[in-house]
């Protein structure tokens, strides 16, 4: 948080920490933290969530963009690489039982070629 103005002035919420290492994700918009608790720690919930979204919508659109996965997975924070490979994970694998009820029979064997 960072306070901006004079004294008396609201602080600013620009980015999250982890409790946990030394990770920092910054919002996409930051926050003015006004009202009463209440209300702007549903505000900081709201932003996180939306933080949390946009990253996890580019981390996609930066994956299919880049060959390299070693380069993607040091691109965003750790747990949007973790969620975005693990979604990635179950969609291949979903579009392989898929192959092989069309007959591929082999769809399996080659995404395992493909993740090696």
């Not at 409790?19 to 549903?42: A, I, N, Q, R, S």
């Not at 505000?43 to 993607?72: F, G, Y």
């Not at 691109?75 to 009820?101: E, G």
């Amino acid at each position: 948080m960072v306070n901006e103005g004079g004294k008396g002035d609201r602080p600013t919420a620009k980015s999250m920490i982890t409790c946990v290492g030394t990770e920092k994700v910054d919002f996409t918009k930051p926050l003015k933290l006004v009202d009463k608790v209440e209300v702007y720690m549903l505000e900081i919930i709201k932003t996180v969530q939306d933080t949390l979204q946009t990253l996890c919508q580019n981390s996609i659109q930066k994956h299919a963009q880049l060959n390299n996965r070693e380069q993607w997975l040091k691109i965003d924070p750790a747990q949007v690489t973790l969620l975005i490979n693990f979604v990635i994970w179950v969609r291949d694998v979903d579009n392989s039982f898929t192959a092989i009820q069309s007959g591929d029979l082999d769809a399996m064997k080659k995404l395992k070629l493909q993740m090696d």
